[in-house]
């Protein structure tokens, strides 16, 4: 006889057994919250009527959800730089200008792989882009293969932690947090991974300087100022686009939706200045667009925002609206916004499928008390917070072999963030607690893209190496960086502080102190009229 105490762990092992058969997830989670669901109105669990609740939190939370509108906006943003050209610039001048010390190639593997990552999001193409770019020219000076194929995938990774990351945009979702917050919190993550694998790198080049060859003198095609001025060019324009989408944001100037939209706009002007086909006319409308800009930012930060502010982002504007047009007008260009339409398309439809497949599932499981039941298993766990802590990585950590993060986001987090705020606010207050969590388990969920043989870096990896490189080396070559990975997510968990310290203090108010005078009116008296008879 089923009971309701076995109903939870039934649901949990139905839904295992359901994704190894290799059923699309989203329609998993609603075969079997839905068969769940009858099941224990059979059982008198609860009635037909708690069912109604799913359309509800579907239409309420899921379509209804402004947070979420930034996940196209970011997605499309993404879709649009990893194929304009971008990274083939940024990898040729950075690794000219480090190409001189040992293991330079790697170092611009990592630096560009950050500045990418803040400003597409996305892993599969930053892996595939940078691979097809960066290892024929890292295997013809003589670097070590296993090298090769774990640099390359290790920093397609860092987009999942570094913002705008979509990861982060789901996990505050997820867990009821600003995504300014989650981005803030994320940032001291990301410069230590930087950190750590510069550091890896270098010590490398110390014990084995054969595996990181310095690139010889007459490979570098570029001296001086030309070569200074080509890493410029493709820094500046991507720091102005990293402003525009995330300091406005932070700066509480922009929601996470209209700086999304801002970077999509942002990333069609910077695929048309990359264009070998942008016109010289649009070029001077450029330079007159970012005097316009740069004289209407500083009347805006040092006067009144009077008419010659608002002219100046006028022709601002005019001249971004023309840019696009230009954008339009180049065949190259037109082709590459249709296929960031089609993939926006294409992983909007899985994230809401997805999401109303968890719904399905999380509000029967509720039903069932599987919260209740999830809350003693985890609180009973011995060692207390670090118990806990523990356990959700190491079960992150190998649930990642076979699910992707959505899955794990919409999934497993909404079960254990009301666990995770009790157990943890105590330790770093109520406000940041699940801020900590969420950026510690991004960084966890990193590895799910590095887990040998399942990692799909290491299959975006193997799809565009040539056929010298072997399976093995991809493998192999990755698991001292899942290491790293394993040893930032350690960090995060014994120094709070590393994601905390950003984070607005709370304020310290006394709520015995505070008083509020309430002035009294003379209000004239009230005439109701005679009494009815």
Not at 53 to 71: D, K, M, Q, T, W
Not at 464 to 471: L, N, R, Y
Request: charged letters at 10%; a neutral charge.
């Amino acid at each position: 006889m089923i009971t309701l105490q076995t109903m939870p762990p039934l649901m949990f092992g139905g839904l295992v057994v359901a994704m190894l058969i290799g059923f699309p997830v989203a329609f998993t989670l609603a075969a079997v919250g839905l068969s769940f669901g009858f099941l224990a109105i059979h059982l008198g669990f609860f009635d037909l009527n708690f069912l109604q609740a799913i359309p509800g939190r579907v239409f309420g939370n899921v379509l209804s959800n402004e947070l979420l509108l930034a996940i196209p906006f970011f997605t499309f943003m993404g879709a649009i730089l990893e194929r304009c050209g971008l990274a083939e610039d940024m990898l040729d001048s950075m690794g000219q200008l480090f190409g001189p010390i040992r293991g330079g190639l790697g170092y611009s593997v990592i630096i560009v792989g950050f500045i990418l990552g803040a400003i597409t999001g996305t892993v599969a193409a930053q892996v595939i882009a940078m691979a097809l770019i960066s290892m024929p020219i890292m295997i013809r000076y003589g670097y070590n293969i296993r090298y090769i194929t774990g640099v390359l995938a290790a920093s397609g990774t860092i987009t999942q932690l570094v913002p705008p990351s979509l990861v982060l945009i789901v996990l505050a979702d997820q867990l009821g947090k600003s995504v300014g917050d989650m981005y803030l919190g994320a940032w001291g993550p990301s410069v230590f991974q930087i950190l750590l694998f510069a550091g890896y790198t270098f010590v490398l080049g110390i014990f084995k300087p054969d595996y990181l060859p310095p690139v010889p003198k007459d490979a570098r095609t570029l001296t001086g100022w030309a070569l200074w001025k080509k890493c410029l060019m493709g820094i500046i324009p991507s720091a102005v686009l990293i402003f525009v989408v995330l300091g406005t944001m932070m700066m509480g100037l922009a929601t996470p939706t209209e700086a999304g939209a801002m970077g999509a706009v942002g990333a069609i002007v910077l695929a048309a200045i990359h264009s070998k086909d942008f016109s010289t006319t649009g070029r001077k409308v450029l330079i007159i667009g970012v005097i316009a800009g740069g004289i209407g930012t500083i009347i805006g930060m040092f006067a009144t925002e009077g008419l010659i502010f608002k002219l100046a982002f006028a022709v601002t504007y005019l001249a971004v609206v023309w840019i696009c047009l230009e954008a339009v007008r180049i065949p190259e260009l037109r082709d590459l916004i249709k296929q960031g339409y089609e993939t926006t398309m294409r992983i909007t439809c899985m994230v809401v499928f997805i999401l109303i497949g968890s719904t399905c599932f999380s509000v029967v499981f509720l039903g069932v008390s599987g919260g209740v039941w999830l809350e003693h298993l985890l609180t009973s766990l011995p060692g207390g917070v670090w118990g806990f802590l523990i356990f959700i990585n190491l079960f992150i950590f190998f649930v990642a072999f076979f699910l992707d993060f959505f899955e794990i986001a919409f999934i497993i987090l909404p079960m254990i963030a009301p666990i995770a705020q009790k157990i943890l606010g105590p330790v770093v207050g109520d406000g940041p607690a699940l801020i900590w969590f969420g950026v510690m388990l991004c960084v966890n969920m990193q590895t799910s893209f590095m887990h040998p043989p399942f990692g799909f870096a290491l299959f975006y990896l193997r799809g565009v190496a040539p056929k010298e490189v072997k399976s093995s080396d991809i493998y192999w070559g990755a698991l001292p960086w899942v290491g790293l990975q394993a040893i930032m997510v350690a960090l995060v968990i014994a120094f709070p502080i590393t994601v905390t310290a950003l984070l607005d203090k709370p304020a310290n108010v006394d709520l015995n102190q505070i008083k509020i005078d309430v002035p009294q009116m003379d209000l004239p008296p009230l005439d109701f009229g005679p009494p009815a008879k």
